[in-house]
């Protein structure tokens, strides 16, 4: 048996190896990427839920805008019924003509405004009027109606059929322009329209409504005019619902539309009658083309400023105004009848806000034939939100 000899040193096994083990903070970005999407996919989800509820929101109250609507017109036939009803004359010191109406809502507002449709130029006038032995009964000559047959003379030994003291334009007096159609054409010239093209818009307003297809002015059209444009179209020959409908007409366009329209409308009746209860200083020009060539611009601001507060109870009241005293009696026999002191028509505008949103309606009221204190929506339209 072999013995180890002594002295000899024993030899030590090699220390173990560390375990592998991953590389330190790749833990700490694992986490990180992980919160990093589940915050991202919070904060679409939560995005997500906010758009749901503003559209639901949006959508509940694009809901309520039409019963807001109506809830205004009925409270604005509620006002007409009760300020103008039972009063023998509608003036701007009513309940109605206030300037601001309202009523609150939790998120909002709606105000209403209500102005008279018979303080502008009713466009349907035109519908009916005719041209020669028509245009000079309805007022081509300011005599008209005075003195004795076509064959009698005045004193001066001229014929009473020669050219009056204050003649009408020229042009209307000879061929026999319906007195409407000149006291348009009054009203445009005063709108800073030149003369040309007055005269070329109020010949194509009058063809374009008139109740025939057949062309009585120099610069009017008709049917052929209307057929050839691109999107060809017949024109009306009738009575027209809005004054936007003019849009079309030969010789108008945008600029121009917009500053003849706050002077023009459309109600459903093919006569012209201005209340002189309603109409403000601004309206002036409108008074002075119903009197034209009688009345200067002047004249009439004068008028209307010196208005009684509650208006005139009658328009022989108005006629006794000191500023028409020069106004021959026989024209203002002629001219009352498209004078009046009430009105049957009124124009209703809505606005709503609510939230943020807002949209304008307009509505067109009228007054029952039959029961005065009767007032019934006519039509209405709806603006785009806003």
Known sequence: MKRKPANVPRRLAPPPKPAKTPKRGMAMVIVMVLLAVMTLLAANMSGRIQQQIGLALH??????????????????????RDSVGLEPTVNLSQAWAQEDLHFALPQGRVSLALSDLQACFNLNALHEAQTSLAGQTSGSSP????????????????????????PTPESAAQNGTPLVVR???????????????????????????DADSVVQTAQGREDSEYLARDLPFYPPNSLLTDVSEIRP????????????????????????????????EDNAPLLEAVF????????????????????????????????????DSAVKQRLKTLLTVSSDYFRLSVRIE?????????????????????????????????
């Open 249 to 280: 007409v030969q010789g108008m366009d945008a600029e121009l539309y917009q500053r003849v329209a706050p002077v023009l409308c459309a109600i459903p009746e093919k006569n012209l009658r201005i209340n002189v209860n309603t109409l403000g």
């Open 354 to 386: 609510m939230n943020g949103v807002r949209r304008d309606s307009e509505a067109v009221i009228g007054r029952s034939a039959s029961d005065r204190q009767g007032f019934y929506v006519l039509w209405h339209q709806q603006g785009d939100l806003e």
């Open 59 to 80: 959508q509940q109250e694009y809901q309520a805008l039409p019963w807001l609507t109506t809830a205004a017109e009925s409270q604005a036939l509620r006002l007409l």
């Open 143 to 166: 005599n008209a109606g005075e003195g004795g047959g076509e064959n009698s003379e005045p004193e001066n030994g001229e014929p009473e059929n020669s050219e009056p003291e204050n």
């Open 292 to 327: 034209t060539p009688y009345l200067s611009r002047m004249q009439a601001e004068q008028i209307l400023r010196e208005r009684p507060q509650q208006g005139w109870e009658s328009v022989a009241a108005f006629l006794q105004t000191p500023a028409l005293a020069d106004v």
């Open 183 to 209: 006291q348009l054409l009054a009203l445009l010239k005063s709108q800073d329209v030149p003369e040309y093209r007055a005269e070329l818009l109020a010949d194509n307003l009058w063809e374009f409504i």
